[in-house]
């Protein structure tokens, strides 16, 4: 056992994929994301995709500047409309896609998702969440704030070489990771604070 590995355990989290009602997609630059939930949609697990995303609150105009390389260097109106892109070429019909254009960080991506889901009427009793494999606690803990009464199963997708197996190998990978620790505690002071019953669900 290294002492790292609480890190790991706690940075790192993956469900078994189950039939839900909602494929969630977290905004950012990597498109593996998106090719990831249309794997899902092919598989019978949603009917339902909902990317989110405007752009990053650091940069106004969107690119696609991860991978899958063909959309590299593309310019997009937003990071839902980059996923949308992917998710149509993959052949998922564009009535099941319900796009988020708002958001500009992870909370919102959640926040904004939510007001979707309201004003489309939507009861989402079981969602899967297809993010980063180095996100998928920050991005669990936030659509769960979000969606407390949903069953919300991470099916992550590995992402810029971080991987559960060798972060801890590679400078920019270990950077990126202690990054999301620390994001985890000062990102949810004001969120426990206002709730401070609320016990957050692990499923």
């Not at 052949?91 to 939510?114: G, H, K, L, M, W």
Request: aromatic share 12%; with cysteine; net charge negative.
């Amino acid at each position: 056992m290294h002492f790292f590995d609480p890190i790991t355990d706690f940075i790192f989290i993956e469900h078994e994929a189950e039939a839900a009602d909602v494929i969630f997609i977290p905004g950012g630059p990597c498109g593996e994301i998106a090719l990831h939930a249309a794997e899902l949609y092919h598989q019978g697990y949603a009917p339902l995709l909902i990317p989110s995303g405007k752009h990053s609150i650091l940069d106004p105009v969107y690119r696609g500047a991860q991978s899958p390389e063909k959309y590299r260097g593309r310019e997009f109106p937003t990071e839902a409309d980059f996923f949308s892109t992917i998710l149509l070429d993959q052949d998922v019909p564009s009535s099941c896609i319900r796009p988020e254009r708002q958001a500009t960080f992870t909370y919102e991506n959640a926040i904004y998702t939510r007001k979707l889901t309201d004003a489309l009427g939507l009861t989402i009793r079981t969602a899967i969440l297809s993010c980063q494999a180095y996100h998928a606690r920050r991005a669990l803990l936030y659509y769960q704030a979000l969606f407390p009464d949903t069953k919300i199963l991470v099916s992550p997708t590995v992402t810029q070489g971080i991987r559960k197996e060798d972060w801890f190998l590679k400078p920019e990978s270990i950077d990126a990771i202690l990054m999301e620790v620390e994001h985890c505690g000062s990102q949810f002071h004001e969120i426990i604070k206002k709730y401070p019953d609320y016990a957050i669900p692990v499923h």
